[in-house]
Each structure stands twice: as structure tokens, then as C-alpha cells.
T-cell receptor, first 114, second 113 residues
């Protein structure tokens, strides 16, 4: 079974621009979560989608948004990029995304904002 | 609120020796606990999870974790460390909404030959 894929793997953007990151979950997984990883803050939860509905949201500004499509693929968008948005963005998928259901992570998208 | 703590930033062990990476948790309700490993420039790989009733959980690559309810701990262990085990290890717990994972700050494991 193919793993979680994320595109692009690397991205360089300028402050003020916007960016869209894509995530394809493992086949059959209906829950997709997004995390931001930085050296200073560690791994922080952004949001989680299940069956095209956002079920949970972390403590991030409204510039961060996401969506999920009917095939469970997900995108996240960051508008008006700031230097502090430079991070590794990780997508994770799971069957139902609750309880003991483990999450499987993609390789991440490394975003650099200059 | 749910939280996990990894008290050690780095753990150093010699190849062949047993290793322990510590994790303590604070939860209300059932503790849904997980361990992940991250190699440089890679995403996180799932190692194991706590299943209610199993105080010793076995996972991937020879790792196991010991759940201790009285000490609110979920320490990761391996009887004999390999150099290839050198990586960043994260303990995680489900949040109260039940869908997100809350991660510890991570522990860098360094295994010397």
C-alpha cells in the first residue's frame, strides 16, 4: 500500500505571498491531519479533516486554512506569508482519526519564507 | 488539558546496551498514547501505541513501551540498541477533542558504536 504523499517537497516563497500544500492519504484513510514542525515550537497541530469536514482546529491564525476533497485528499493554504511560517509541514492520515487509531505521516513539505 | 513531557533532550547509549526514552503524561479520561520516530529530513514513523490493559506494548524495530498508570509514564525501551536507532523520538497523546495528537518536545537518541 502506498504511503502518505505530500507535494511539493520543498518550497521557497516571499513574505506576503500565499502557498498551497497538497496531501494524498493512504488509500482507505478518511482522516487527514496537518502539523507544523519548527525547531522552536516543535510539532504543533493545525487542523484535522474527516469526510470533507473540519473536525478539529489548533491554535493558529486564520491565515492558515485547509480543505478535504471527496477522495480524502487534502490541501492546506497559508495566505500572507510571514517569515515565522518557515517550517516543515507534515500531513498525517488515519482510518478514522480517533482513539487508538494511529496516524501515518508523509515526508513533509519544507517551506522557506524569505 | 492533555499533555506529555519528555524530560531528556538527549539520551546517549552504547551499541548493544539497553535504552530507555522517558515520557510522562497528563490526561483526563483514557490515555491514548503513541511513540513516533523521526529520521533526518523525513516524516514521522509510527512505532507503537498503548492499548488499554497491556502494560508492556511491543512495536516496530524491536521497540517496546512500558505503561505505568501510577507513575503516569509511558517509557520507550529496547533491550539492545543499534547505531541505526539514532534518531529523534516523540511521545504523543490524543487531545481532549480526540482527533489531534499532542507531541512532546522530542528526545534525540544517539547510539555510539
Amino acid at each position: 500500500k502506498a504511503g502518505v504523499t505530500q507535494t511539493p517537497r520543498y518550497l521557497i516563497k516571499t513574505r506576503g505571498q500565499q502557498v498551497t500544500l497538497s496531501c494524498s492519504p493512504i488509500s482507505g484513510h478518511r482522516s487527514v491531519s496537518w502539523y507544523q514542525q519548527t525547531p522552536g515550537q516543535g510539532l504543533q497541530f493545525l487542523f484535522e479533516y474527516f469526510s470533507e469536514t473540519q473536525r478539529n482546529k489548533g491554535n493558529f491564525p486564520g491565515r492558515f486554512s485547509g480543505r478535504q476533497f471527496s477522495n480524502s485528499r487534502s490541501e492546506m493554504n497559508v495566505s500572507t506569508l510571514e517569515l515565522g511560517d518557515s517550517a516543515l509541514y507534515l500531513c498525517a492520515s488515519s482510518l478514522v482519526g480517533q482513539g487508538v487509531d494511529e496516524q501515518y505521516f508523509g515526508p513533509g513539505t519544507r517551506l522557506t519564507v524569505t | 488539558a492533555q499533555s506529555v513531557a519528555q524530560p531528556e533532550d538527549q539520551v546517549n547509549v552504547a551499541e548493544g546496551n539497553p535504552l530507555t526514552v522517558k515520557c510522562t503524561y497528563s490526561v483526563s479520561g483514557n490515555p491514548y498514547l503513541f511513540w513516533y520516530v523521526q529520521y533526518p529530513n523525513r516524516g514521522l514513523q509510527f512505532l507503537l501505541k498503548y492499548i488499554t490493559g497491556d502494560n508492556l506494548v511491543k512495536g516496530s524495530y524491536g521497540f517496546e513501551a512500558e505503561f505505568n498508570k501510577s507513575q503516569t509514564s509511558f517509557h520507550l525501551k529496547k533491550p539492545s540498541a543499534l547505531v541505526s536507532d539514532s534518531a529523534l523520538y516523540f511521545c504523543a497523546v490524543r487531545d481532549q477533542a480526540g482527533t489531534a495528537l499532542i507531541f512532546g518536545k522530542g528526545t534525540t537518541l544517539s547510539v555510539s558504536s
